[in-house]
């Protein structure tokens, strides 16, 4: 009898439409394989803590209960978990921001909601006149506070709304350029054991090689400046032909300091663009900017 997969994901909407594309992305290349879906419900969803849900389902993996998993990659620690491997990035979607709102354009005074503190200064940076409250909560609670009229908007990544289906919400999207997203924001990672070689091998064929060169340069710009997924970090890497262009920005909390910082170099060696940025940054002064996080 062949083995079942036993595939751990959060309980949100979100999470679960993310790991039913996965499941359904590998089930087509992988016919031969059988899936069982796990639903979890973590500390994270009862506190809102990116690192409490993941830290949960990667202790799921490491105890066997679990045989892989999909997370949101902005939510991952920088650095990889001992034992736990990314075995996959299937191609990403779009890593933008949006704004949905219940009136466009947003007016000076308007009470603008999120939780990312990447965001908030972003905003400020953007609109100082703008009131920035900070709200916690999955997509749908996120909704529900423009819709109870608590917020006048809020920020949400592109691709979460383009994955529940909900693009019609959209209000506005929001330029790449002035709003640098997290890192890895937009892709899935694929997680399993080291040792799981047969397992790692199957997922091999949703790995996507463009996607995984631009999100192992973010990501290796977060874990060199010893940042996690709730700092004023922002930084996008993008893949043309033979060509990694990363950029990376360091906010202040009140968006009126930036550092940002550009490279170009070969998508096999994503790790030496992503220490070119990070020299750059530390010269204009990141790291004074992350203290206050630390």
């Given at each position: 009898?062949?083995?079942?997969?036993?595939?751990?994901?959060?309980s949100?909407p979100?999470?679960?439409?993310q790991?039913?594309?996965v499941v359904?992305?590998?089930?087509?290349?992988?016919r031969?394989?059988?899936?069982?879906?796990?639903?979890?419900?973590?500390?994270?969803d009862?506190?809102?803590a990116?690192?409490?849900?993941?830290?949960?389902i990667?202790?799921?993996?490491?105890?066997?209960?679990?045989?892989?998993?999909?997370?949101s990659?902005?939510?991952?620690?920088?650095?990889d978990t001992?034992?736990?491997?990314?075995?996959?990035?299937?191609?990403?979607?779009?890593?933008?921001?949006?704004?949905?709102?219940r009136?466009?354009p947003?007016?000076?005074?308007?009470?603008?909601?999120?939780?990312?503190?990447?965001?908030?200064?972003?905003?400020?940076?953007w609109r100082?006149?703008?009131?920035i409250?900070e709200?916690h909560?999955?997509?749908?609670?996120?909704l529900?506070?423009v819709?109870?009229?608590?917020?006048?908007?809020?920020?949400?990544?592109?691709?979460?709304l383009?994955?529940l289906?909900?693009?019609?919400?959209?209000?506005?999207?929001?330029?790449?350029?002035?709003?640098?997203?997290?890192?890895?924001?937009?892709?899935?990672?694929?997680q399993?054991r080291?040792?799981?070689?047969s397992?790692?091998?199957?997922l091999?064929?949703?790995?996507?090689?463009?996607?995984?060169?631009?999100?192992?340069?973010?990501?290796?710009?977060a874990?060199?400046?010893g940042?996690?997924?709730?700092?004023?970090?922002?930084s996008?890497?993008?893949v043309?032909?033979?060509?990694?262009?990363?950029?990376?920005?360091?906010?202040?909390?009140?968006?009126r300091r930036?550092?940002?910082?550009?490279?170009?170099?070969?998508?096999?060696?994503?790790?030496?663009v992503?220490?070119?940025v990070?020299?750059?940054?530390?010269?204009?002064?990141?790291?004074t900017?992350?203290a206050?996080?630390?």
């Amino acid at each position: 009898m062949s083995r079942v997969y036993r595939v751990g994901t959060r309980s949100s909407p979100l999470a679960r439409a993310q790991t039913d594309l996965v499941v359904r992305r590998l089930w087509r290349t992988r016919r031969e394989l059988s899936f069982e879906i796990v639903p979890m419900t973590t500390a994270g969803d009862r506190r809102a803590a990116a690192a409490d849900f993941t830290g949960t389902i990667e202790r799921a993996l490491r105890a066997r209960h679990i045989d892989l998993a999909v997370h949101s990659t902005k939510d991952l620690p920088a650095r990889d978990t001992p034992g736990l491997v990314i075995a996959a990035y299937p191609r990403r979607a779009d890593p933008g921001e949006c704004v949905v709102a219940r009136h466009w354009p947003l007016r000076s005074g308007a009470r603008v909601g999120s939780s990312s503190v990447r965001r908030r200064a972003q905003l400020r940076r953007w609109r100082p006149d703008l009131r920035i409250w900070e709200i916690h909560g999955n997509v749908g609670t996120r909704l529900e506070h423009v819709r109870s009229k608590t917020v006048d908007a809020v920020v949400l990544a592109r691709a979460g709304l383009e994955r529940l289906h909900e693009t019609a919400r959209i209000t506005a999207r929001l330029p790449v350029a002035r709003f640098l997203p997290s890192p890895g924001q937009g892709a899935l990672a694929v997680q399993t054991r080291r040792e799981e070689r047969s397992l790692r091998k199957a997922l091999r064929t949703i790995d996507d090689r463009a996607t995984r060169a631009a999100v192992e340069s973010e990501r290796a710009v977060a874990e060199m400046l010893g940042a996690n997924c709730n700092l004023p970090l922002g930084s996008l890497g993008r893949v043309r032909g033979d060509r990694l262009t990363l950029r990376a920005e360091v906010l202040s909390a009140d968006g009126r300091r930036t550092v940002a910082a550009e490279a170009i170099g070969s998508p096999r060696s994503p790790r030496s663009v992503a220490r070119r940025v990070v020299a750059d940054l530390n010269r204009g002064g990141a790291q004074t900017l992350l203290a206050p996080y630390r």
